[in-house]
Every structure is written in structure tokens, then in C-alpha cells.
């Protein structure tokens, strides 16, 4: 469960990296901040390449971005966590997982940039809508009721 944190933190970064530029997450290598090498499989195993590499860039020997191992080791010790949780179900772990995961990536954009993506906001509703509905008893009305005063 570990590893799928930090890989999920990966992501995290990815989109952490690239969504306040107006850049698509979801398509395009990963590359180095500094000297723009496209990285490749091996640079890219979260945690692991980051301890053989020394929190550097294996191309330019740069710095990277203390914040990107951060997130990666709080999203993994946090979905540790979130999976040790008892009489949640399975699908009660996995929208506290992905509540976990928004609101990392919406507090790290914040932080650095102040510029909040709607649709990182909305996300967040529904995920949280949906948890008080399946974990904390609400009623499907009065989680709508909940999603429309946030909106």
C-alpha cells in the first residue's frame, strides 16, 4: 500500500507540477526542472531514485525539488494509514484515499502558487460528499444539499 502512495505521489506531483501552467498531466515525459533530459523508467521509481540519486538529477546533478519527496512519503504513510482504517469498505478507503490525495495536490498548488484549479475544488466536494454519505451516515439530500452550499 506503500508504494501505491508514493507512485500516487508521483501523480500528485506530476499535477502539482504542471496543472497551474495550463500543462496536460496526463501526457508528455516527466523531465528534469533544470537541464529538460526526458527521465527515464529508472528515474522515475518514487522514493527509490531518490536515494540512490541523492535528491539529484542523474543528467545535470541539480537539485530536486525537496517538495516532490515530501509528497510522495506523506501520500504513502497516508494511505497506510487510510487501509489500516477498520468497517469502512473497500470503497470507503478509497474515497478517503483520493480526499487524501486532492487535497495534498490543492494545499502544495496553493502554497507555491495561489492558483486553485475549480475543478481540483470540485473534486474535493464530491469526494467528500460521497464520504458522508458512505462513512459518515448522511443522507444522499442532504449531501447535495452539502455540495451545493460549497459550490
Avoid at 19 to 29: A, F
Wanted: glycine share 12%; with cysteine.
Amino acid at each position: 500500500m506503500f508504494f501505491g502512495g508514493a507512485v500516487s505521489g508521483s501523480v500528485a506531483n506530476a499535477v502539482i507540477d504542471r496543472l497551474p501552467i495550463g500543462k496536460s498531466w496526463m501526457t508528455g515525459r516527466s523531465r528534469c526542472d533544470k537541464c529538460k533530459h526526458t527521465l527515464e523508467a529508472a528515474d522515475l521509481i518514487p522514493l527509490l531514485s531518490s536515494v540512490l540519486l541523492g535528491g539529484r538529477c542523474r543528467y545535470c546533478h541539480s537539485t530536486i525539488p525537496y517538495r516532490n519527496l515530501v509528497v510522495e512519503v506523506f501520500l504513502g504513510v497516508g494511505f497506510v494509514l487510510i487501509s489500516r482504517i477498520g468497517q469502512i469498505g473497500l470503497m470507503g478507503r478509497i474515497i478517503m484515499a483520493g480526499i487524501l490525495w486532492v487535497t495534498t495536490v490543492i494545499a502544495v498548488i496553493d502554497w507555491e502558487t495561489q492558483k486553485i484549479a475549480d475543478a481540483m475544488v470540485y473534486l474535493w466536494l464530491v469526494l467528500v460528499a460521497a464520504n458522508g454519505v458512505l462513512i459518515g451516515g448522511l443522507t444522499y439530500q442532504s449531501a447535495m444539499a452539502g455540495l451545493l452550499v460549497g459550490v
